[in-house]
């Protein structure tokens, strides 16, 4: 009859009525993390891109596509110390960097901007896998409320690039060498014998055109991405510092995670954190072969010289930062001959 709803009608609609909550529920539950770079979103030479083509597949299988993130590379979201701030205050719900970054938060994290402390980053990895690495990841949790679940690496140790060739610490007397903005990386580049001259990342092209400096330190792709070997034409193989890296992710978003999508996160970055790991050599091989072949010449140095310049650095931090002084005996425990 018109107007009269039907047994089966209302049946339907009651099923309906209780089935399309659960429909939207489970529509809505999806959880989206605003994940924070200052790297730029190149899928062959961005250290934080690689990893994050590495990371997607891997978190849609440890949480069903419970957990889905936002990408947010080229400091889109702010310049790194303050996006680290929103990570603490759980604004943003992680972000992939370097270790530095969190040194002002946590001082003992500038250990890692120590010249010559790692002999490569297989050393890195030893290191940290003993019971200092777990002391500073839980100093990082109880200073700045931000976990940081995989030792990774830098697509490359960080070299210099220079208007001139050198050798060794004596060659560069005199010569203005642009570091990384870091009290521990200015002192270390100052140690190696050079100016040491601190400068935002954007002035560098510009500085080294106008001849305000006469070389600078950084890894191999992002001088082959940022074009610095346009004025710049002998890169050394200096190797003075290993950068950890990865992904560094607020305790709070942690906490309002339900279990099962917090430990899918988890393993997630750390599986795609060991994945980068074995891939990042070949990454930083290509790069500086795409140097040589834009005109770059490449050398060694000794080494060896510079970072007996540089060492006792170590034990200087090391009574400034006393937390810092498991690292460093971990470094030496763990060195190999």
Same mark, same amino acid.
């Given at each position: 009859?018109?107007?009269?709803?039907?047994?089966?009608?209302?049946?339907?609609?009651?099923?309906?009525?209780?089935?399309?909550?659960?429909?939207?529920?489970?529509?809505?539950?999806?959880?989206?993390l605003?994940?924070?770079?200052?790297?730029?979103?190149d899928?062959?030479?961005?250290?934080?891109?690689i990893?994050?083509?590495?990371?997607?597949?891997?978190?849609?299988?440890?949480? @069903?596509? !419970?957990? =889905?993130?936002?990408? &947010?590379?080229?400091?889109?979201? $702010?310049?790194? *110390?303050? +996006?680290?701030?929103?990570?603490?205050?759980?604004?943003?719900?992680?972000?992939?960097?370097?270790?530095?970054?969190?040194?002002?938060?946590?001082?003992?994290?500038?250990?890692?901007?120590?010249?010559?402390?790692?002999?490569?980053?297989?050393?890195?990895?030893?290191?940290?896998?003993?019971?200092?690495?777990?002391?500073?990841?839980?100093?990082?949790?109880?200073?700045a409320?931000?976990?940081?679940?995989?030792?990774?690496?830098?697509?490359?140790?960080?070299?210099?690039?220079?208007?001139?060739?050198?050798?060794?610490?004596?060659?560069?007397?005199?010569?203005?060498?642009?570091?990384?903005?870091?009290?521990?990386?200015?002192?270390?580049?100052?140690?190696? @014998?050079? !100016?040491? =001259?601190?400068?935002? &990342?954007?002035?560098?092209?510009t $500085?080294?055109? *106008?001849? +305000?400096?006469?070389?600078?330190?950084?890894?191999?792709?992002?001088?082959?991405?940022?074009?610095?070997?346009?004025?710049?034409?002998?890169?050394?193989?200096?190797?003075?510092?290993?950068?950890p890296?990865?992904?560094?992710?607020?305790?709070?978003?942690?906490?309002r995670?339900?279990?099962?999508?917090?430990?899918?996160?988890?393993?997630?970055?750390?599986?795609?954190?060991?994945?980068w790991?074995?891939?990042?050599?070949?990454?930083?091989?290509?790069?500086?072969?795409?140097?040589?072949?834009?005109?770059?010449?490449?050398?060694?140095?000794?080494?060896?010289?510079?970072?007996?310049?540089?060492?006792?650095?170590?034990?200087?931090?090391?009574?400034?930062t006393?937390? !810092?002084?498991?690292?460093?005996?971990?470094?030496?425990?763990?060195?190999?001959?």
């Open positions: 009859m018109t107007g009269t709803l039907s047994r089966r009608a209302f049946v339907a609609a009651s099923t309906f009525a209780l089935a399309a909550p659960t429909l939207i529920g489970r529509a809505q539950a999806a959880t989206v605003k994940v924070s770079t200052s790297y730029p979103n899928p062959k030479f961005s250290t934080a891109r990893w994050y083509d590495l990371f997607l597949p891997r978190l849609q299988a440890a949480t @069903g596509g !419970a957990v =889905t993130t936002q990408f &947010f590379p080229d400091n889109q979201l $702010g310049q790194e *110390a303050d +996006v680290a701030n929103q990570v603490r205050l759980g604004v943003v719900d992680a972000m992939l960097v370097g270790a530095s970054i969190w040194t002002n938060l946590v001082p003992e994290f500038g250990v890692f901007d120590l010249g010559f402390l790692f002999q490569d980053y297989d050393h890195l990895l030893r290191a940290t896998a003993t019971p200092a690495g777990a002391g500073l990841q839980q100093l990082l949790v109880d200073k409320g931000t976990h940081f679940p995989a030792w990774g690496r830098n697509i490359g140790a960080r070299n210099f690039i220079t208007k001139f060739s050198f050798k060794e610490p004596a060659d560069l007397a005199g010569h203005k060498i642009r570091c990384l903005p870091s009290p521990t990386v200015t002192e270390t580049v100052r140690l190696m @014998g050079a !100016a040491a =001259t601190p400068m935002a &990342f954007g002035e560098i092209y $500085g080294l055109q *106008a001849g +305000v400096i006469d070389g600078m330190e950084h890894d191999a792709p992002t001088i082959l991405s940022a074009k610095f070997y346009e004025t710049a034409k002998t890169f050394t193989y200096t190797r003075h510092i290993h950068t890296f990865g992904a560094f992710v607020s305790d709070r978003t942690l906490k995670l339900p279990a099962d999508q917090r430990e899918g996160l988890l393993r997630a970055i750390r599986e795609a954190t060991d994945d790991f074995t891939r990042a050599a070949s990454v930083e091989s290509d790069a500086v072969n795409e140097l040589k072949a834009k005109g770059v010449e490449v050398h060694e140095c000794d080494r060896a010289a510079f970072r007996e310049r540089v060492m006792p650095l170590w034990d200087t931090f090391a009574k400034s006393p937390g !810092a002084k498991a690292m460093i005996d971990a470094v030496r425990a763990t060195e190999k001959a």
